[in-house]
């Protein structure tokens, strides 16, 4: 028997690529700062939705969810604030010069 995907499927996956590529911009400002508090548990989440659509047969969209689960680990590995003068604050810098 063939299985078709699924068009949610498809949008799913669309939609998890575009939300980790959103994130890209932050990883790569040097002055971007993202709490812990908020990039661990969005990061925990989103491998949730991984292991959901992966039981429901979901495939492409676990790999989108996977994608946007590693962005947010990176995240909050590499841009949570040092120290804790700045607990709970996000900093972007949106009016530098590229």
Same mark, same amino acid.
């Given at each position: 028997?063939?299985?078709?995907?699924?068009?949610?499927?498809? $949008?799913?996956?669309?939609? /998890?690529?575009?939300?980790?590529? @959103?994130?890209?911009?932050? *990883?790569?400002?040097?002055? =971007?700062?993202?709490?812990?508090?908020?990039?661990?548990?969005?990061?925990?989440?989103?491998?949730?939705?991984?292991?959901?659509?992966?039981?429901?047969?979901? $495939?492409?969209?676990?790999? /989108?969810?996977?994608?946007?689960? @590693?962005?947010?680990?990176? *995240?909050?590995?590499?841009? =949570?604030?040092?120290?804790?003068?700045?607990?709970?604050?996000?900093?972007?810098?949106?009016?530098?010069?590229?």
């Amino acid at each position: 028997m063939i299985e078709f995907t699924v068009w949610q499927d498809i $949008y799913f996956m669309l939609a /998890g690529w575009a939300f980790g590529l @959103l994130v890209y911009p932050i *990883l790569r400002d040097e002055d =971007a700062s993202v709490p812990r508090w908020s990039s661990v548990p969005t990061a925990t989440l989103l491998y949730g939705h991984v292991i959901a659509f992966t039981t429901l047969g979901l $495939y492409l969209s676990a790999l /989108g969810s996977l994608l946007t689960a @590693l962005m947010w680990t990176a *995240l909050a590995i590499w841009k =949570a604030p040092s120290g804790g003068s700045e607990r709970g604050v996000v900093r972007v810098d949106t009016h530098r010069k590229i």
